[in-house]
């Protein structure tokens, strides 16, 4: 998001006017509308970039652009010059938002509405400010104020998602469970695999099915945890991996690319994992592709140590 923030202000952002200016062969017209395309057309005056302006505007009281574009660097110091903290945070994603989406229809993915967009926007925006001004975590778990659950933004609901290896068995468990803004409970799942006993993969097992669990029950918005780091950090990464998860990996990417649908993909601390792990714990007996929802007693001691 810095990059592309600073490339526009210089303005050399690999627009279509800039790729004409080096020379380079491909086409320089708007992948939306067909105009030609300068950055101050890409970022402002496109027809469905304006679209989602004004449904920023309209959803969050976001205030008008600054008319006037002299430069890029001229417009971006006018804008966060007069702009609050909050308007500044989604002028900001809101840049890096579009210029997201040109590029996934320039590379030959469908186009989706303009209020989608803005879905997402709102969506990043109500993330970065649950995090903003949280403590540094501990990097111990058993440091003498023990770190504890986190409940999601209103109207959001958190997915917690742990898997363990059972390696005299041969197998893997897996624990999902859901809950509100208000700590309440929503849903929990359970489910054995045999032969997988290899962590990563069997993280990444699991995550998948978090995924697909809370699609399933149609939660529009939706923050997974997991606390597998390098499992996270793959689910964010721009790049092709190529360990042996980048299959499972590359299919949540796909998942969570649903227009309609706000996922968010976080890292926790195993201590504010304990609920999911015990789940997990308890797949071992199950029978391969068993499943089951488990009802809030079940969890009634773990949630109470939990939170």
């Not at 300068?38 to 205030?63: N, P």
């Not at 990097?139 to 742990?162: A, F």
Request: charged residues 25%; glycine residues 4%; aromatic residues 10%.
């Amino acid at each position: 998001m810095k990059i592309v923030l600073w490339r526009f202000a210089h303005d050399c952002l690999p627009t279509g006017h800039q790729l004409r200016r080096r020379n380079i062969s491909t086409c320089d017209l708007c992948c939306h509308c067909g105009r030609h395309e300068t950055i101050e057309h890409t970022f402002i005056s496109c027809q469905y970039v304006a679209e989602i302006w004004r449904e920023l505007k309209k959803r969050s009281g976001f205030k008008s652009l600054v008319k006037y574009f002299g430069s890029p660097r001229d417009w971006i110091s006018q804008m966060l010059a007069g702009c609050t903290e909050m308007e500044a945070t989604i002028l900001v994603i809101a840049i890096w938002h579009i210029w997201e989406s040109r590029n996934a229809v320039r590379n030959g993915k469908n186009e989706v509405h303009p209020h989608c967009i803005v879905e997402k926007i709102l969506a990043y925006v109500d993330m970065v400010l649950l995090h903003m001004f949280k403590p540094v975590p501990s990097n111990r778990c058993d440091s003498p104020r023990r770190k504890k659950w986190d409940p999601p933004p209103e109207g959001w609901v958190m997915v917690n998602v742990d898997a363990t290896v059972f390696q005299r068995a041969n197998r893997m468990g897996m624990g999902i469970v859901i809950r509100n803004h208000k700590s309440e409970f929503l849903a929990a799942y359970r489910q054995g695999l045999d032969r997988i006993i290899e962590p990563e993969l069997a993280e990444a097992f699991a995550f998948r099915q978090a995924v697909t669990f809370t699609l399933g029950l149609n939660y529009k918005r939706a923050i997974i945890a997991s606390d597998c780091l390098s499992l996270v950090q793959k689910l964010h990464f721009k790049t092709l991996d190529r360990s042996n998860t980048w299959i499972i990996v590359e299919d949540i990417k796909k998942m969570a690319c649903i227009p309609t649908v706000a996922l968010s993909f976080v890292h926790i601390s195993r201590c504010c994992n304990e609920v999911a792990h015990v789940l997990a714990r308890s797949a071992d007996q199950l029978v391969e592709k068993s499943w089951f929802h488990v009802p809030p007693e079940f969890l009634w001691y773990t949630l109470c140590n939990d939170l």
